[in-house]
């Protein structure tokens, strides 16, 4: 009897520090990984559409088109120039789920917060770096890259302008 009495308060024991331990991991994961969003928070992307150049010192100017296929997705088209002649890769964001995610390649980043000017998406799958696109004006934003793969972060910002067609 005594025997048993030892093992159960053990266990008993062993169960409490196992519930610590998992409000403590519970308490320490990133806040906005749970971020419901909304037709509404996907809508705040609409001065996305469009075609742009951008320019960057020291890089070569990347040109993006963003179309919005329906109330919940983005298609992304990349080109090689200027006139937009040769496609090199595509890109989508959408809404799924509660979640926004923007996808190039086999990598995937999930939004973490949105608001009706900025964007920020955070690395999920065969990804490194964070990005952030801000509007600037109805011609104009900005991305932002931040990797640290080297071991040090580097900073990326791309202007965005529109392109007339």
Not at 39 to 45: E, H, V, Y
């Amino acid at each position: 009897m005594r025997r048993n009495t030892r093992a159960l308060q053990y266990a008993a024991a062993a169960i409490a520090v196992a519930a610590l331990a998992m409000r403590s991991t519970r308490a320490q994961a990133p806040q906005n990984s749970g971020t419901p969003f909304g037709i509404s928070d996907f809508a705040k992307l609409r001065w996305l559409e469009g075609t742009w150049r951008g320019t960057s010192p020291g890089e070569s100017s990347v040109y993006e088109r963003y179309h919005f296929v329906n109330d919940s997705t983005i298609e992304i088209t990349y080109y090689s120039d200027s006139a937009l002649d040769r496609p090199s890769g595509s890109g989508r964001v959408y809404l799924t789920v509660g979640r926004i995610y923007h996808t190039f390649g086999p990598g995937r980043w999930g939004a973490s917060r949105i608001d009706k000017s900025s964007v920020y998406f955070v690395p999920q799958v065969n990804a490194r770096n964070t990005f952030s696109w801000a509007y600037q004006g109805p011609n104009a934003w900005t991305a932002t890259r931040r990797s640290g793969a080297s071991g040090r972060e580097m900073v990326t910002v791309y202007q965005m302008h529109r392109m007339r067609p």
